[in-house]
């Protein structure tokens, strides 16, 4: 059990993978170490079990990602999701900083597997974890506690005590009781708001009845809204998140990837009123499926449904939902509540709207496209008509928040006045907004919370030292 009376030398608030990198740089440079999870164990690292991959830039291919990934090409991916909204030279340094991560991921403990293929598109971009972030995060809590790292589970924190610009002590809530700890260094690496409904609601208003959070339920953006309430630097909107396309069917929290739904680009995807609303072709699915959960929750009543035949369904991975089945589309419209006559006009305008042309190629953006409608469909556009027909109810699937703390290239936390935090510093969901303003590329965030991660534990466990 820690003693939770000493000074140790870095405290890091959070459980998931920013704040597990966090703590094991920090320890293997030297510096005591007290991490403190929210959760319980058995549902300790918040959204990072839910994960899989990572995007890395290499130069040629290795041992888990094919050809090469480019810094350009992976800045002009990130520029094009995020609509410029970033800072270049944070985002410029992540992109160098990620080819550097496998030798020391594997040291502590992380094994890869070949990626993917089909519709996630990600061979050449994204490492994928032997077993998923379950096992990332299990590898990163061995090797933590093999290296001393103190950990409190059931543990909260409730305050800051920022005095001068410095975080002087720590008020925290272990298993319900009230206590105060304190650390020379601090890193807040707890994720974003997403889980706090109350918070959401105080932007979208009463349809966050309708999101569905695919997340840990532990991340309610209480480090975020104390370090603001403080004088630290905000960065971001809070309105924008990772938000993807949800089987509507899936529990409010913690869901995680199985309820997800990549059936859009192979699909016709329309609203409540049998309408159509976006391209669903407009790039590859790991550029885009972040889009998703936020389009459907500008519709009516936060829901949509995609809607294919029996050529497109097995094109994708399947939620762990069954598809909803009929031999017609008026009949798959009678199953998803929707008039069958709208769903059947707005399919067969889809169909007469789909030009002849290039051969079908669901591997890459193959120029298959409608014309006359709005929106047309770019890329995969095929007739739906071969039965049966296949369904699927979305939601918007909250991942996490954009709205950060402000940080500079060595992690530091930044207060209103544009000066660094004497001794607080910030890694993952926390301050993703810093390089995330909107959009999403697969696997980034990952990304972000690994660089961060170790930048932080680096910068902490020097500032104690000194």
Not at 168 to 177: L, N, P
Not at 253 to 263: A, Y
Not at 301 to 323: E, H, N, R, T, W
Not at 396 to 417: C, E, H, R, W
């Amino acid at each position: 059990m820690p003693d939770r009376t000493k000074t140790y030398d870095v405290l890091v608030a959070g459980g998931g993978n920013a704040a597990l990198c966090a703590a094991i740089t920090a320890r293997q440079a030297g510096a005591s170490v007290l991490l403190v999870e929210s959760a319980p164990k058995a549902f300790r690292g918040g959204n990072s079990r839910h994960t899989r991959n990572l995007r890395a830039m290499h130069d040629q291919p290795n041992a888990v990602l094919t050809d090469a990934y480019k810094e350009d090409e992976y800045w002009d991916d990130l520029l094009r999701v995020t609509g410029g909204n970033t800072d270049e030279a944070l985002a410029r340094m992540t992109i160098r900083a990620s080819s550097g991560v496998f030798g020391w991921m594997k040291d502590a403990g992380v094994r890869f597997q070949p990626s993917l293929t089909g519709t996630l598109n990600l061979g050449r971009t994204n490492a994928f974890f032997l077993g998923g972030g379950k096992a990332l995060v299990n590898a990163y809590y061995l090797t933590a506690e093999r290296l001393g790292v103190e950990i409190l589970y059931d543990t909260e924190v409730v305050n800051m005590n920022m005095e001068d610009g410095a975080v002087r002590s720590i008020d925290i809530t272990y298993k319900g009781f009230p206590e105060t700890v304190h650390a020379r260094c601090v890193v807040a690496s707890s994720g974003g708001f997403q889980a706090n409904l109350d918070w959401m609601r105080e932007y979208w208003g009463d349809a966050v009845d309708n999101f569905v959070i695919r997340g840990t339920p532990y991340n309610r953006g209480r480090v975020l809204k104390n370090l603001l309430s403080q004088g630290v630097a905000a960065i971001g909107d809070p309105t924008q998140c990772h938000a993807v396309a949800l089987d509507a069917r899936a529990p409010k929290f913690d869901g995680g990837i199985t309820t997800r739904l990549d059936s859009v680009p192979y699909s016709v995807v329309v609203n409540r009123n049998g309408d159509r609303f976006y391209d669903e072709g407009e790039d590859v699915w790991p550029k885009r499926y972040a889009i998703w959960g936020r389009l459907i929750a500008q519709q009516p009543g936060q829901i949509a449904y995609s809607i294919c035949d029996s050529k497109a369904f097995p094109l994708f991975m399947p939620s762990v939902f069954p598809a909803i089945k009929a031999d017609t589309l008026e009949e798959l419209a009678v199953k998803m509540k929707l008039d069958p006559g709208k769903v059947r006009e707005t399919i067969d305008g889809f169909n007469k709207a789909v030009k002849p042309g290039q051969i079908f190629d669901n591997l890459k953006l193959d120029g298959n496209a409608t014309a006359g409608l709005t929106p047309n469909k770019t890329n995969w556009a095929r007739s739906v008509d071969k039965p049966p027909y296949y369904g699927y109810p979305l939601r918007p699937g909250i991942t996490f928040t954009y709205l950060s703390v402000k940080v500079n290239d060595k992690a530091q936390v930044l207060m209103d006045n544009g000066q660094p935090a004497g001794n607080l510093f910030a890694s993952g969901e926390i301050m993703s907004g810093n390089i995330l303003g909107k959009g999403y590329l697969a696997g980034f965030g990952m990304t972000i919370g690994t660089v961060f991660g170790r930048i932080a534990g680096q910068e902490a466990a020097r500032r104690a030292r000194n």
